[in-house]
């Protein structure tokens, strides 16, 4: 009896090993944005064109998924070249010794349907901090191109750039402490 349940349990973990799914962004239909307020006057939005996301999950809910993301910071946008320069300078995000910003989530928890908290570990100027963040299920489509499944999440949240000692010369009066976060992203199944 006891070498059939523990035949029993081994043929359930290897099914659930095999039923999860790996998903990862789609960077024509994907978009990781931010703001932050200039002068406490006005916001000054920007985007990383260059990065990567990948979700691995078991439900078709997603309730039970896990999000790695990895930015490339040199790729940051604002439409305007001279603050992007700066931006990427040892005043800010120092791309040279920090060439990628990445997120990797430790947890996701229901707050209605398709919506969550997803937390995880951010790493951004070299400091890892936890931040938790609203997450938005948008649904699964069988794309009419790929004839693959797609899914489109909706990602939004604040995080505080003295948490990672970012850029501490630059005082509340010039930047906002706080960088608003909103991510849009369709994600297509590779397994």
Request: hydrophobic share 40%; glycine share 6%.
């Amino acid at each position: 009896m006891k070498k059939i349940i523990t035949l029993a349990a081994a043929l359930l973990l290897t099914t659930a090993a095999f039923a999860q799914t790996t998903w990862k962004n789609d960077p024509m239909h994907s978009k990781l944005g931010f703001t932050i307020t200039h002068l406490m006057v006005s916001d000054v939005d920007g985007i990383f064109t260059n990065f990567t996301c990948t979700i691995t999950a078991a439900k078709p809910d997603f309730s039970d998924a896990t999000f790695n993301l990895t930015v490339n910071t040199a790729s940051i946008n604002t439409d305007v070249e001279y603050r992007d320069n700066d931006l990427k300078s040892a005043n800010y995000f120092d791309v040279a010794k920090f060439p990628t910003m990445t997120f990797t989530s430790t947890g996701i928890a229901p707050v209605s349907t398709n919506h969550y908290k997803l937390s995880g570990n951010l790493t951004l100027h070299g400091v890892t901090k936890s931040v938790t963040m609203d997450l938005w299920y948008r649904g699964t489509i069988t794309n009419p191109m790929s004839k693959k499944d797609d899914a489109g999440f909706k990602l939004t949240g604040v995080i505080k750039r003295s948490d990672f000692n970012f850029a501490p010369q630059a005082g509340s009066t010039m930047l906002s402490d706080e960088i608003t976060i909103n991510a849009n992203g369709e994600f297509g199944k590779v397994n």
